[in-house]
Every structure is written in C-alpha cells, then in structure tokens.
C-alpha cells in the first residue's frame, strides 16, 4: 500500500491490456490524494461502473509489488495503463526531488506522457482546477507588471520580485512548483520553440478546467466514448436472444443446402392468395399440397412462442436505456432502437397467445396433413376461410419477427438504421401487400446472427420479385441452376 504520510501526490491507472481486471481498459488517475481524496473516489467508482479498472494507489485493489517502494511502484505501473488522467489542484503533495521541485505527481506525469510519445499511451488527460488557472494568469500579470514598472528600483530585488510573484497562499501551497508544472503540461516552452523555429508543436497538450465532477465526466464520455455497461449488456443480451430467435424460426435451406430459411416461407404462397375481408365466412380454394404445407406449418411453429426468449427485451424496454433526452420539452423519448424493442415485444406476445388447446384446429391440422397430400398439386380443397386464419396469423407474426429482429439486430450490431427505415409489418391479420421476397440468397452460415444480418442488409434494399431471387439463386449456385428437362417421346 501506498504510504501516504510519505506519497501525498497519488495516480491512478487505466488499462485495456489483458493484464487489466478481465481485460477491461486501464486508468491510472494521477493527482493529490488529502485534497482530492472525495473526487478520485468518485472517479473510480464512475469508471468501473463504466467497464474501466481504475487504478488508485489509495486503493487495496492497486496493483502493486509488495517489495518496491511505494513512488517507484506507481511510475511502473502507468506502462500497463491504456489513459493517465492527471488531476492538478491546490497542493504538490510527496517530493521526488525538492531541490528540483519533482512531486512525485508530476514525475508520473512525466512518466506517462514519455510513453505516449513512444508508445501511443497511455494517452493524458489532463484537468486542472479552474481557481489555479485563473490564478496563474494573475500572478503572470503581476509578474509583467513588476518587471515594466519596478525593475529599476533598488530597494525590489529580482529575488523580491520573484518571491512576490510566487507567494503561498490558500489557493497555492507552493505557487512554483505547481504553476511551473501546469506549464509543463501546456506545453507552453515547447510551443514557443515552435512557432519562433519552425519545428513540430507539441501533442497532447490540453487542459481541461473543472470545478464540479460532472465536468469530467463530460470529457470522458465525449473522449473515452464511454457507453455504460448496463447499455452495452442490455445491447449484448438482446442481441443473444435475437439469435436464438431467429434460429428457432428458421430451418435449414434444403433447396440451396446452404444456411437457413425464415419457415414462414413454406405458408407464403397460401398467404399472399388472401384477400378480402379475412374475417367474412367465405370458402377458399387450395390445392392438397398447400393444405399440407398449411398443416405441417402449423403443427412444427403453432407453438413455439411459448419457448422463444422474451427476457432481454423486456428489460431493455424497461430500463430506459434506448430513451433519448429532448431538452425542448424536457422529457424522454422514444428513440427508433426502443420503438422497435416494444414492437417486438408485442410481437412476441402475440406469437405466444398462438398456441393453446383448440380441437377444431387439431382436427383440421391433422386432416391436412394425411398421407399423400403434400403431392397432390392437381387436387382442390374447398375450405372456410375461418379455419385458415390461425395460419394466416401465424405467417405474420413469424414474419414480423424476424424483420424486427433483423432490423435490431443490425443496429444494435452497427447502427445501421437503413433497414429500420424500410420496414413494413403486418398489422393483426390484414391483407396488405408484403415483399415477395429478397434478391440475396441466405448467408451459408447457419447461426441466427448472420441470418438476421442478411435479412436487415436485404431489407434495407427493398422487395423483389421470384424471377429476381431466382437468378440470385442461380448466380450464387451455377452447379444447382435448373435446366430444362427435354420432353418425352
């Protein structure tokens, strides 16, 4: 541990090396600690809440050898940091060299910004408390103001001068050696044999003035583009369940032998036939075959929202986390993420109100799949309308779904928004007109992810038409293209 009668000047680090807490980005905060030991307590728990392992010395979890001494164990630890926020206030804390007025603060700064320039970081972020740089600027003024107006007296030695100008006060413990090193930290030397050499102006050298803990954490956010981890876990969860989901209402492509294919697909003939008012009493024609397509989609999918996950999305909705902030009417609203996120969840609900104990419907079911139907192309079968709305709901809201889940998928992945912009739902049972269907054949990987992916990215491009898939089809299979069989003799 640190001692701190000794180290009053402390750091902190922050790192993204695989030697960090479960890989996460490192921080090594550098600053005071008498005088900043509220705020650096603030920093660390913001951090880690935030998904960093933020390092403070003050700290048990500070990674450390037990056998080197305390200065030397925090210089060495800012090469395993990924940022060095170095924090400047009123007090100098542990000397390093007092003769050559070296905080043990500043040495860590020094330190790390050596690094950054060979190594690329750990990259500084440096705040300095406003009240020091509004005095630093007044003792300049006093400093110019001594040397035009009282350099020539006698009885004001440049010695007196400059123990005026440096003068402790509340504000400054040792005025010096902390507005020397805010100028270290500007840079400011460098920059003037720069500009008066034609060299290269220093990097990294910005000051950040703070006041209150919300300014720094608005710098973090804007430079660390920090997303909380409850954001990026809802996110990842959901994105979890999408796969699944769109495992389970996919089969695998036996046409293609590639990937996987929405099941929904099998109905979509018999769907889009129907028109009209779906819920008069009329009879409907269908062929055996798509009766038993009919039949066989309802008895494999009739009950499988009961089994699909609702959990992530039902939190994500509730959390709030895909709110957004409009300061006009100060409230929150939806943003097209959380609009989606309760679509689906309605639409999950729906799906799972399919299933259930109907025996008119079983009966049906089992009549439209008896042996043979399947290839019964020529046979026609009259049948109530009514009887065929549970598949017609069930078609929609398998299709629903997975434009939903593609879409949210796509942007939780990316933020690509195009394919939300472009979809088009089925409300209830209705009978406007769908897309017939995607020009790009399915990913050959058959996990839900890369489904979902290519269902958004062909979402985003629009319907087409079967005579376009199929040329897709065949573009993509060469091997697979159909040919013309010659006719019999």
């Known amino acids: 541990m640190v001692d701190l009668a000794q180290r009053d000047g402390v750091e902190e680090p922050l790192k993204e090396t695989t030697t960090g807490a479960a890989g996460k980005p490192r921080v090594f905060v550098s600053s005071t600690v008498r005088d900043m030991g509220d705020l650096r307590s603030a920093l660390k728990w913001w951090f880690e809440q935030n998904g960093y392992d933020a390092q403070l010395s003050e700290y048990n979890d500070f990674e450390k050898p037990l056998i080197q001494h305390s200065y030397q164990a925090c210089i060495d630890a800012i090469q395993n940091a990924d940022y060095f926020v170095l924090l400047i206030g009123s007090r100098v804390g542990g000397w390093l060299d007092r003769d050559a007025k070296v905080s043990i603060t500043r040495a860590e700064y020094r330190k790390a910004y050596e690094l950054f320039r060979t190594n690329g970081k750990p990259v500084p972020i440096t705040f300095v408390r406003r009240a020091i740089l509004d005095v630093r600027e007044d003792r300049r003024g006093l ?24 003068h402790p006060s509340k504000l400054l413990e040792d005025a010096d050696a902390i507005l020397s090193f805010v100028d270290e930290v500007s840079r400011a030397a460098e920059a003037e044999r ?3 050499g034609g060299l290269p102006f220093p990097v990294a050298n910005w000051i950040h003035a703070f006041d209150r803990f919300s300014e720094l954490v608005s710098v973090f956010e804007r430079e660390l583009r920090v997303r909380p981890v409850r954001g990026a876990s809802l996110a990842a969860n959901v994105r979890a369940d999408l796969d699944v989901i769109a495992r389970e209402l996919c089969m695998p492509d036996k046409k293609s032998k590639r990937g996987l294919i929405a099941a929904y697909n099998y109905v979509a003939p018999f769907r889009t036939r129907l028109s009209g008012d779906l819920t008069a009493s009329v009879e409907v024609e269908l062929s055996g075959e798509e009766l038993a397509s009919v039949g066989a989609f309802l008895t494999m999918f009739r009950n499988i929202g009961a089994w699909l996950p609702k959990r992530a999305v039902r ?5 709030g986390e895909f709110l957004e902030w409009v300061p006009e009417v100060h409230g929150y609203r939806p943003t097209a993420v959380h609009a989606m996120l309760r679509r689906l969840e309605r639409e999950l609900v729906l799906l799972e109100r399919c299933a259930g104990d109907s025996p008119r419907l079983d009966e049906l079911v089992k009549h439209w799949t008896r042996p043979g139907w399947r290839k019964s192309k ?11 709305l549970p598949a017609a709901h069930l078609h929609d809201r398998h299709q629903n779904v997975l434009d939903l889940a593609a879409a949210l998928y796509s942007v939780l992945l990316s933020g690509d928004l195009e394919a939300h912009g472009r979809l088009s739902l ?8 769908k897309r017939k269907g995607f020009a790009e054949w399915p990913p050959a990987e058959r996990d839900g992810g890369s489904f979902l992916l290519w269902r958004a990215s062909a979402i985003a491009k629009g319907p087409t038409d079967k005579k376009k898939i199929e040329k897709a089809r065949k573009a993509d299979n060469p091997e697979k293209a159909r040919t013309k069989r010659p006719k019999k003799s």
């Open 378 to 388: 020529t046979e026609r079968v009259r049948t109530d309308l009514i009887d065929l």
């Open 426 to 433: 089925w409300e209830g049972v209705s009978t406007r007109a």
């Open 143 to 166: 400093e110019r103001l001594l040397s035009a107006e009282y350099s020539d007296r006698p009885d004001l030695s440049e010695e007196d001068r400059a123990k005026l100008v440096a």
């Open 315 to 319: 939190e994500a909705v509730d959390s």
């Open 194 to 196: 720069a500009r008066l």
